[in-house]
Each structure stands twice: as C-alpha cells, then as structure tokens.
C-alpha cells in the first residue's frame, strides 16, 4: 500500500493469462462474439468503477472457416466520463483492413456502465465473407 492508500498489484512476467488483474487493468468480458443485434454481453465489473474506461479489444475472424484467429488485434478505448454522460448509446468503432485501405468498415455497440448490446450493422448476412464478419470482439478491459 502506498501513502495514499491505494494498494498496488504485481504481477510476474511469467504468470501468463491465469492471473486476471494486470495493475489496474482487469478482464471485465472475454468470448468471440461479431456483437450482432442478438448479442448482449455483461461486464464483471461497471465502467464506473475503472480508473478511466474500457478498451474493447477485436481480432480477425475467419468467416469462411468459422475460426477465431489471434492476429490482427484492434483496441478501441471509451472514456468512462463518456459511459456516465451518455448512458446506453451508440458508439461507432471504425476498421481499416489490409495494408493497401482497400477494405474500411464500421462496428457499432450500445454501451452502458454494466454491459454493451451489439447492433446489426456488426454482420453481413448477406455476404458472410464481408470485412465487418472479419472482426469479433474478444476482450473487454478495464483501464
């Protein structure tokens, strides 16, 4: 504990992923979900309760396979000020994908201090090859 009375986390370098708090830092959501319309994730923890917000953490799908690839990470971070003014509301994510810009594209969720909601605009059903099902969210953290 410090002389401010806030106490302080360590975490080994060779721990790996098992140890869940990384300073202050804490997983609030994992899975591997497109966040469609039918999605609705809760958070472990509220957003009001992170020092400064979350940060959603995408990655490459493999839509024609249905795999989960661990490449191609894509943070977006959320300010909680902006959770608490703004309750519920739509937040747009965009994408640029492949180094050429050839494929842009724009993810969407409802986010509230407990948990977010997925909007349709998050898949293609019409082409399930499309860039927006190239991505899925993979992690919720709290920073």
């Known amino acids: 504990t410090n002389i401010y009375g806030d106490s ?9 992923l098992n140890e869940r708090e990384y300073g202050v830092n804490k997983i609030l959501w994992e899975g ?8 609705t994730i809760t958070f472990l923890d509220t957003v009001n309760h992170q020092p ?7 990655s490459e799908y493999d839509s ?17 000020i902006l959770v608490a003014l703004q309750p519920e509301r739509f937040h ?8 050429d810009q ?11 201090d407990e948990g ?3 909007h ?16 899925i969210l993979r992690y919720v953290i709290g920073v």
Request: glycine share 8%.
């Open 8 to 16: 302080i986390t360590m975490t080994s370098r060779t721990a790996g």
């Open 32 to 39: 591997n979900l497109h966040m469609n319309a039918g999605h």
């Open 52 to 58: 400064n917000g979350i940060a959603l953490v995408w």
């Open 64 to 80: 024609i396979n249905n795999v989960v690839q661990n490449q191609g990470f894509v943070t977006h971070f959320i300010p909680k």
């Open 92 to 99: 747009s994510f965009p994408f640029m994908v492949w180094s």
């Open 102 to 112: 050839s494929k842009q594209f724009v993810k969407g969720l409802y986010i509230s």
């Open 116 to 118: 977010a909601t997925g």
């Open 120 to 135: 349709k605009i998050n898949t293609n059903p019409s082409d399930p090859i499309a860039p927006v099902n190239s991505y």
